[in-house]
């Protein structure tokens, strides 16, 4: 394992790089707090002012570049928060994404999120209620819409629980070429982690702006696709819940569509009925709503067995007018591929569930293709 840099080498490094409004180096001025020394990396918020946020993009990329340069970083994130934001006004309902291009005239900071370039569409992964399965179908629906033949690309944007690095099996961290990250590769993804950038520790105690700030730059900088080789789709597996957290990123981000997750029972479906609220509110098309650990196949026959009752999610569609995209089984098989960093639909494509996962990526991509985003 790498050695993790020496503190006063890396303070040193930031006091290289000037603070335009002090004139002070970044240290001394004391925009470099919160710094975060890992094995073989280094990172922190450089936190400004909104109105300053133009001014010091360019001196995140210097401090990323003087942190680079100490001995022992392999990985260094700077992540520029503006505080006291007015967010980007959210897109009028029912406005589709290449409304984005429109989008891109009006004044915003620097880092703002509209769509990633070479990226056709974007589509967030949400729950109400965490720990319903919300990554576990973002993974699987992102090797299923690959399996269709579509070119697709995995953003794990849960700054507080990232769960890509292990359900994809992914280790090395990312590297570099022209200032972009280079996504890994996995089970034919493209993929990226906030787990792979910043220590988890780190993300728990940061607040609304810094996590939608770090995933703006997840999208943004991040070589999804090239001009000869678009991205189709971008799945991102937000943090579960309707928070200001939320909010702001989906605000931000700019998406095409929405997958709910949500389980049977009556409190994950009061709050599943929240999330598509939330992206009603601003103006998400909601593509559907997916039942996970619906029901538990009986051993022998396969026929479903309903052990939190059933049904909830179905009916939670139709009342809330979202299509209903399927049932997905309690299946070991699904949690264990999930463990081992083998996503069940790449690794036993012809299994039941695996089955569930195309079909419910079928009626994702039509319903984009519908939507023509
Ligand atoms: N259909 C399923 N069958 C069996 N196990 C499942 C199924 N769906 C999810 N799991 C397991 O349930 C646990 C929670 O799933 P997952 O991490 O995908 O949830 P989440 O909604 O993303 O959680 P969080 O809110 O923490 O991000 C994991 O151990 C996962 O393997
Ligand atoms: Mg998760």
Request: with cysteine; aromatic share 4%; glycine share 10%.
């Amino acid at each position: 394992m790498a050695d993790t840099p020496d503190r006063d080498a890396v303070l040193a490094a930031l006091d290289r790089v000037t603070d335009p409004k002090s004139g002070q180096g970044l240290a001394q001025a004391g925009l470099a707090r919160g710094l975060a020394l890992g094995p073989g990396r280094a990172g922190f918020m450089l936190e400004v002012a909104r109105e300053d946020a133009a001014l010091y993009a360019p001196v995140r990329e210097q401090a990323e570049a003087a942190l680079r340069a100490v001995p022992g970083v392999e990985r260094a994130q700077v992540v520029l928060t503006a505080e006291g934001a007015a967010s980007t006004p959210a897109r009028p309902k029912g406005a589709r994404l290449s409304d984005a291009a429109a989008d891109q005239g009006r004044p915003k900071a620097p880092v703002a999120a509209g769509r990633p370039d070479h990226v056709k569409a974007v589509v967030a992964v949400a729950s109400g209620k965490g720990g319903v399965g919300k990554s576990t179908v973002a993974v699987n629906l992102a090797c299923a819409l690959s399996k269709l033949g579509l070119s697709v690309g995995l953003l794990d944007a849960d700054v507080y629980g990232p769960s890509a690095p292990t359900m994809l099996g992914l280790k090395d961290p990312p590297q570099y070429a022209d200032k972009k990250m280079v996504p890994l590769e996995a089970w034919g993804l493209k993929a990226m982690s906030i787990g792979l950038l910043v220590d988890p520790e780190q993300a728990m105690i940061w607040r609304g702006p810094m996590a939608s700030q770090a995933i703006t730059q997840m999208l943004n900088e991040v070589r999804w696709g090239s001009e000869n080789a678009p991205l189709d789709v971008l799945i991102v597996d937000l943090p579960p819940g309707t928070g200001d957290v939320q909010l702001t990123l989906v605000q931000k981000t700019k998406l095409d569509g929405a997958v709910v997750v949500s389980t049977p029972q009556e409190v994950a479906v009061a709050d599943a009925r929240r999330a598509v609220t939330m992206f009603e509110k601003i103006g998400t098309p909601v593509l559907g709503l997916v039942e996970n650990m619906a029901y538990f196949p009986d051993p022998l026959t396969g026929a479903p067995i309903p052990i939190f009752g059933r049904g909830g999610a179905k009916a939670e569609a139709e009342r809330v007018k979202a299509r209903f995209l399927g049932e997905v089984p309690i299946d070991m098989a699904l949690r264990e591929g999930a463990d081992a960093g083998r996503p069940l639909v790449a690794a036993a494509p012809d299994c039941a569930t695996a089955q569930v996962f195309l079909e419910i990526a079928g009626l994702v991509r039509d319903r984009l293709v519908t939507m023509k985003v």
